[in-house]
């Protein structure tokens, strides 16, 4: 009997968390410089997949669904990946700064990207997906060899990750100002900085399996990531498979950071940021920790992809922009609760 209200909080946890997240999906497809009613939306998605035949303008339904739907569902699921990348990083290596971008994956992975898109390497063999795994796998290698040789504590892998951020970010700008056309520096450029203008629903058969696998595979070592909040050592003695965990735990958040930084570009703050936000609400146990960070993330980036069309009329602002200008000032104000509460 005691087991029937655990379950029944879970399905609404995850039925209210379902609830939100289709709202500001909806949000996303109706908010833009020219707004949409809510009942257009609706309606444009029972066209699409229901052929119901509502009568619509032409126009916009060609913005609810070619544009500003694929769009939000893009953002969400990167959003998500970043989250879960962030929370899996901060938990493996027991650092509150750990993230992507800090750590150097995602530079890593933009070198990747911009060296089989503009110096063809690979020879048509790798796809820009691959291309950016393959960097970010390679820059974190890198950050992780400078740790050992530096030193295992907070600050050698604060100072490696650092280091390696800038030394792909240098090849990055050093291939695209070398080999890369006027037309082509400009839209590297806008893209390395978050760019969600020139995704689609192709883009989405890449972005949402990438997110769901890895929401699955770190909920499935959700209970190993609560051993590593103790250390290694104690995760070992817990019966955990450290090497092993490791190396799936790492190559997971590298895949995910790969995937979205191939989309949309190198975006910051969120892998820092949304993890600690998340742990303010739900607590650190990881079980719940991995798919509320997710659902923050998504959320977040969508609001922040409306913000980025509709702040400035007649602009669209890079979305990594907003990201940290809004992730800054919140990862101050959690550092400053933190403060206080210890």
Same mark, same amino acid.
């Given at each position: 009997?005691?087991?029937?209200?655990?379950?029944?909080?879970?399905?609404?946890?995850? *039925?209210?968390? *379902?609830?939100?997240?289709?709202?500001?999906?909806? /949000?996303?497809?109706?908010?833009g410089?020219?707004?949409?009613?809510?009942?257009?939306?609706?309606?444009?998605?029972?066209?699409?997949?229901?052929?119901?035949?509502?009568? *619509?303008? #032409?126009?916009?339904?060609?913005?609810?669904?070619?544009?500003?739907?694929?769009?939000?569902?893009?953002?969400?699921?990167?959003? %998500?990946?970043?989250? *879960?990348?962030?929370?899996?990083?901060?938990?493996? @290596?027991?650092?509150?700064?750990?993230?992507p971008?800090?750590?150097?994956?995602?530079?890593?992975?933009?070198?990747?990207?911009?060296?089989?898109?503009?110096?063809?390497?690979?020879?048509g063999?790798?796809?820009? #997906?691959?291309?950016?795994?393959?960097?970010?796998?390679?820059?974190?290698?890198?950050?992780?060899?400078?740790?050992?040789?530096?030193?295992?504590?907070?600050a050698?892998?604060?100072?490696?990750?650092?280091?390696?951020?800038?030394?792909?970010?240098?090849?990055?700008?050093?291939?695209?100002?070398?080999?890369?056309?006027?037309?082509?520096?400009?839209?590297? /450029?806008?893209?390395?900085?978050?760019?969600?203008?020139?995704?689609?629903? #192709?883009?989405?058969?890449?972005?949402?399996?990438?997110?769901?696998?890895?929401?699955?595979?770190?909920?499935?070592?959700?209970?190993?990531?609560? %051993?590593?909040?103790?250390?290694?050592?104690?995760?070992?003695?817990?019966?955990i498979?450290?090497?092993?965990?490791?190396?799936?735990?790492?190559?997971? %958040?590298?895949?995910?950071?790969?995937?979205?930084?191939?989309?949309?570009?190198?975006?910051?703050?969120?892998g820092?940021?949304?993890?600690?936000?998340?742990? @303010?609400?739900?607590?650190?146990?990881?079980?719940?920790?991995?798919?509320?960070?997710?659902?923050?993330?998504?959320?977040? /980036?969508?609001?922040?992809?409306?913000?980025?069309?509709?702040?400035?009329?007649?602009?669209?602002? #890079?979305?990594?922009?907003?990201?940290?200008?809004?992730?800054?000032?919140?990862?101050?104000?959690?550092?400053?609760q933190?403060?206080?509460?210890?």
């Amino acid at each position: 009997m005691s087991r029937v209200p655990h379950s029944t909080g879970r399905t609404g946890a995850g *039925l209210a968390a *379902l609830v939100i997240l289709v709202a500001a999906l909806w /949000m996303g497809a109706a908010i833009g410089e020219t707004s949409i009613p809510f009942s257009t939306v609706a309606q444009t998605i029972a066209n699409r997949l229901w052929n119901a035949g509502y009568p *619509l303008e #032409p126009i916009d339904e060609g913005i609810v669904w070619s544009y500003r739907l694929s769009r939000a569902v893009i953002a969400a699921a990167c959003g %998500a990946a970043l989250a *879960l990348s962030g929370v899996v990083l901060q938990s493996l @290596l027991r650092n509150p700064l750990a993230d992507p971008y800090l750590l150097g994956i995602s530079a890593g992975a933009s070198t990747g990207a911009v060296s089989v898109a503009i110096l063809g390497v690979g020879a048509g063999y790798l796809t820009l #997906p691959l291309g950016a795994f393959i960097g970010a796998v390679v820059a974190f290698a890198l950050v992780s060899l400078l740790a050992l040789k530096a030193g295992r504590g907070t600050a050698a892998i604060i100072l490696a990750g650092v280091a390696g951020s800038q030394l792909f970010n240098a090849l990055t700008s050093f291939i695209v100002t070398k080999a890369a056309t006027a037309e082509q520096a400009r839209g590297i /450029m806008f893209w390395l900085l978050g760019n969600l203008s020139g995704v689609r629903w #192709p883009d989405a058969w890449l972005a949402v399996p990438a997110a769901l696998v890895g929401l699955v595979v770190c909920i499935w070592h959700a209970r190993a990531l609560d %051993a590593f909040t103790f250390g290694s050592e104690s995760a070992a003695a817990l019966g955990i498979s450290v090497r092993r965990t490791y190396f799936v735990l790492v190559g997971i %958040a590298a895949m995910m950071t790969a995937v979205m930084v191939s989309i949309v570009g190198s975006i910051g703050f969120v892998g820092l940021v949304i993890p600690h936000a998340a742990r @303010l609400i739900v607590g650190v146990r990881h079980g719940v920790l991995l798919p509320a960070s997710a659902l923050i993330g998504a959320v977040f /980036m969508i609001l922040a992809d409306i913000l980025s069309r509709t702040i400035i009329p007649g602009q669209v602002l #890079p979305i990594g922009v907003i990201t940290a200008l809004v992730g800054a000032p919140a990862f101050a104000l959690i550092l400053a609760q933190r403060r206080e509460r210890a």
